[in-house]
């Protein structure tokens, strides 16, 4: 079968001819009895190559979306947090891992001290993302009006006075040395959508190569007002089914029993049967 793209939101291209690697069964809307929609159920995993995709660009919608909604006054943050160099010495592959967990939550008390009275809660959006050699950073995307920053920017666009206070503070909390923290302004070269382009990029099972993060860990984590990731109410009334043989379907009826059988995965790669965006959702 040719493979072909389809842009998703955010102008990502996702393949196709793609099918979910956890299929676990077939829902269909059956509102017009002469007329179903059928999708699969995806799983949703990040380790699967076309949910990964769709996570990814789902992901990096909203992260765009709230960027530019919430708040009316303070300022957006671009952050990068490394481990500690012991950890990225460590044999253990999930070293850099642990000490991002055990140090980010103490930075983030810290960085509460730092806002400027009388402007807006802190609010943020934590990534964790792999270097090429395996190892772990974390990005935060973090509104705050900060009383360190500065506004004089370095050569990489890094606020010089925020920047300096986070390195500073990463190495006392037990995290590495080196960090930055980047203004994200519209208009200028880190905006919105720059940000959750870069933070989304390695998302995918097979740009990731594909490393796996421990059970239950969060690739993202938001905080109460950033909000999670909600997807909008589907416009058909989805209904699971035990099973859907051809017959069911009264555009393209099975006279001969003999000859009927059960819709599989592999049926949903015929296009004219079902609508290829509707396995997507």
């Known amino acids: 079968m040719m493979e072909r793209k389809k842009p998703l939101a955010g102008g990502l291209m996702v393949k196709t001819g793609l099918v979910c690697e956890n299929f676990r069964g077939i829902i269909a809307d059956t509102t017009n009895s002469r007329q179903w929609y059928m999708a699969r159920v995806r799983c949703k995993m990040w380790s699967c190559e076309l949910c990964s995709q769709i996570n990814r660009s789902q992901w990096r919608a909203h992260i765009i979306d709230k960027i530019n909604v919430i708040g009316t006054f303070g300022k957006w943050w671009f952050i990068t947090i490394t481990a500690h160099r012991r950890a990225h010495k460590a044999l253990n592959q999930r070293a850099t891992l642990s000490n991002l967990q055990r140090g980010i939550k103490t930075l983030y008390d810290r960085f509460r001290r730092i806002i400027e009275r009388g402007t807006e809660k802190l609010e943020y959006c934590r990534i964790y993302e792999h ?18 920053a500065t506004g004089e920017l370095d050569k990489k666009g890094n606020d010089k006075g925020l920047t300096r206070w986070l390195k500073d503070n990463a190495a006392e909390c037990g995290l590495g040395y080196q960090a930055s923290a980047k203004p994200i302004k519209s208009g200028e070269a880190v905006h919105a959508g720059f940000v959750a382009s870069y933070v989304t990029k390695y998302m995918t099972k097979s740009a ?10 969060r690739r993202i984590q938001c905080s109460s007002a950033f909000g999670a990731l909600k997807i909008p109410d589907s416009q058909y009334t989805w209904t699971m089914r035990p099973g859907i043989f051809e017959s069911d379907v009264l555009k393209h009826r099975v006279t001969d029993v ?24």
């Open 208 to 217: 990731q190569g594909f490393k796996l993060f421990p059970k239950g860990l």
């Open 258 to 281: 003999n000859l009927q059988h059960e819709i599989t995965t592999d049926d949903f790669e015929q296009e004219f049967i079902y609508p290829p965006e509707l396995s997507r959702m």
């Open 131 to 148: 270097h090429k050699t395996g190892k772990i950073h974390a990005h935060l995307i973090m509104r705050g009006t900060f009383t360190e």
